[in-house]
């Protein structure tokens, strides 16, 4: 994250008067309400964050806050966020969305956003559904689930987007569920804070299209062992383990992008003459 | 100047090999150094898709005054070796007047050129070059050109020394020494009955060498874009090379994105943080972008895209010209979408141009397309300096915020102030999702027809003044016309009998959409009869003026698609029935 001067906002002043389009007992509410804690417990300046998301049930958030937001287009909020902070090192970027947005139409993006590890943080809130077009099987639903589209099941393996994540490169990597907002508030606090491309899955879920995921809050446990550095440790842990592991699985240490747009640089020599043969 | 076919004031003179054979470094070096003897001229590179071993051909045309087109038929066609030399067939025209030059080690003359009835001249360009250690035959080549065209050997060693240098001393040397085996063939008479020496020029040194492809990045720069986004595709990558170095020497930077949707909301971002932002692709990636595109007309986020046409549809011909993403850079996008396109006509506007677009973009917080070519985009050309304009490239901005604000206001104008992101009290969420005044997202018929209103509105009401288009004379038929097929028209104006060329006013267009009624009904006041003229398959600008613009009863039209490019000679034959009907 940006150095910016703390300043002392209670997480209500980074919401904003517009009311949610989610279902009630939705658990993008929680997620919200830990990102405004988070932002609180850094002391961001409202106006110094952007919340930049694409389009789902989920990308919705950026309205929901008191911050600058872009939300853009289905697949592209990683290069939309990608822009603003190249363009604005000195603010806080956070890119939000869902399983759909983040890992089937804008999977490429995820790839090379891990790969260029911007200092951004990216927040998939989870609920392996797609809700707003009322409810298709996504990149991370289970290949037996029924619906309308795919009836008795996708057939497909899901994605596994930690160890995707892991693999292409990202700097920091988390597993966090909305129905704990105190703990997902501190592991947004981390990755926030951590330098580079944080990424954060946030079991989110979807009470209309996923009834089941209600079972999610007893399934759900602490991750047994502490965060490590090691990027294959960290990939075999979560290739092995139930998916319900919670917390912050790796931290690395690698440079952020370095490149950014500095305002204070100026031309030093004249161009013009570069066209004289 | 003279040529060996007499006619016209320019040589034209084609070189040609197998690729990585040198014919590219050769003509432009022959370029630069006719730069450096004063001339004007233009090197059109024509390649095939293989990085080596392919065929490339380097298209030159020489003269005293700027040349922006290719001539009708190549005076000079010079041979390395034959190569693949048949798929040049349709680039390099030849008549019983032309020369052809070619080494009789290279086998025989294919019966295509033969057939032509061109004059045939034998050089051993490989034994001479094999005569020198480190020695070139297309060293030979050049030199043996220069000295056709009436260039100064001393030129020519500058030339050999400016692209030679980085290589060493025996490079320079060896090359040098070639290049003077190739004037002594002429000098010795060699040629000296096929060809008349040309006339000296006075020496400009102001001049510049440039494609236009640097020239758009150069009116980028000049416009105040500071970030680019983009993903390399041919024939526009020399813009994003020519801007990455100095993008960073200005402050700014280019990112290479993963894809061109990537590239178009990379850029959309940098802009939302305020930053004049530019990306730059053709046509396969212009229709990645489009969905981007609209997501900056409902945001209001400026943005420039230099679109440099190839031929298509799909993949298409890459490396080869045509005007055909008219349609899908006006009429492309989803929804109504307003939003500008512009059109570069040669490759000294592509400065021009593009720097406008930026501020276009930035004074209406709209996208802008800019349509240049592959012909333009990629031809070296030595042009006289280009002067910077001074757009004032201001964004309205909201700055002392109070309680009240609403980023999509409905101003008189239809431009809102924007804030910038740390702007305290300014905070919004730009949205493709249809809004209120206040940024909320709205589904009400009131609110989506006053931001469908204000849209339009800022940009049918903006004074774009003169540059809207070129207007040359006052003559009572017009000819229209947009991108780099206007200087193969103007020249083919000029060549027709005075009385006719007075009846002719040419009217190319730069800014294509939104269209401007009120100004072409002015410019084309006592217009009798009109002809439109474009490089595509289906009238597609002609079929927009339709719709667009009154136009008088008599409306005639001529287009083609690329890859061939439309010839003066063929224009100028056109143009003076259509005056005599």
Known sequence: MSAQTPCKLKASDYKSDT??????????????????????????????????????????????????????????????????KVARPDLTVICAGGDGDGFSIGGNHLLHACRRNIDITYVVMDNEVY??????????TAPDWDSKIAPGGIGISPFYPLVIALASGANFVARAFSGDPNGTTQILVDAIRHPGFSFVQILSPCVTFRPDQRDWKKQVHAAPVKPTSDASQAARRVMTDDGFNIGVLYKGSRDPYQQHVGHDIRFDRDIDEEFLP | MTNPTGNHDTISIALIGKG???????????????AYFGRYGMMIPAVG???????????????????????????????????HAERFRADIPLDADSLVIFDPAAGSVPDFIVGTGARMHELEMKALGDTVT??????????????????????????????????????VDASSECVRLGYAQVASGGAAAAIEPAAAANTNSDR?????????????????????????????????????????????????????????????????????????????????????????VSAEVPLVVINVMRCGPSTGIPTKPEQSDFNAAVYGLHGDAPHIVVAANSVTDCVYTTQWAVHLAEAMQVPVIVLSDQFMG??????????????????????????????????????????????????????GLEHSTAAKPSGLADDHLAQLDKRARKIDAFDYGQHWADIDGDGEFAVLTWGSTTSAVR???????????????LVSLRLLSPARPLQMADALNDVERVMVIEQNHTGQLYRFLRAWYELPADVQTMYQPGPSLFRPGQLASTLHDWCLQ
């Open chain 2, 49 to 83: 898709p293989q990085i080596r071993g392919g065929e490339s051909a380097a298209l030159l045309r020489l003269g005293e005054s700027p040349v922006n087109c290719l001539d009708d038929t190549f005076d000079v066609l010079l041979a390395i070796d034959w190569q």
């Open chain 1, 131 to 140: 809700g707003m077009t009322k409810g298709q099987p996504s990149p991370t």
């Open chain 1, 19 to 84: 009311k949610p389009v989610w279902c009630p007992g939705c658990g993008d509410f929680h997620v919200l309400l830990s990102l405004s804690k988070a932002a609180a417990e850094i002391g961001l300046q409202p106006e110094k964050i952007a919340v930049i998301s694409g389009i789902g049930c989920s990308s919705r958030i950026p309205a929901y806050m008191n911050c600058y937001g872009f939300h853009g287009i289905h697949g592209r909020a990683l290069p939309l966020a990608t822009g603003v």
């Open chain 2, 20 to 34: 990585g054979g040198g014919v590219l470094t050769a003509g432009e070096m022959l370029l630069r150094a006719s």
């Open chain 2, 208 to 296: 510049w060498l440039t494609s236009g492809n640097h020239a758009a990045g150069l009116g980028a720069l000049r416009g105040g874009i500071r970030f680019a986004a983009a993903y390399p595709i041919t024939p526009a990558t020399e813009v994003l090379e020519w801007l990455a170095p100095r993008l960073n020497d200005a402050g700014g930077t280019l990112v290479q994105a993963e894809d061109e949707l990537a590239s178009i909301n990379m850029a959309i971002g940098a802009s939302f943080g305020g930053i004049p932002s530019l990306t730059a692709t053709s046509g396969p990636g212009l229709s990645l972008m489009i969905e981007g595109l609209g997501l900056a």
């Open chain 2, 491 to 505: 020249e083919a104006i000029g060549r027709l009998p005075v009385d006719l060329a007075n009846k002719i006013r």
């Open chain 2, 134 to 171: 480190g020695g070139r035959p297309n060293m030979v080549a050049l030199g043996f050109a220069a000295a056709i065209a009436g260039i100064p050997e001393s030129a020519v060693l500058k030339a050999t020394e400016k692209k030679i240098g980085r290589k060493g001393r025996d490079a």
């Open chain 2, 378 to 431: 990629q031809a070296s050309a030595i042009v006289d300096p280009i002067p910077s304009i001074n757009f004032l490239s201001k964004r309205k901005l909201a700055e002392n915020i109070g309680a009240s604000f609403e980023r999509y206001a409905l101003t008189a104008d239809g431009i809102s102030p924007m804030p910038l992101p740390g702007t305290p009290g300014g905070q919004y969420t730009a949205d």
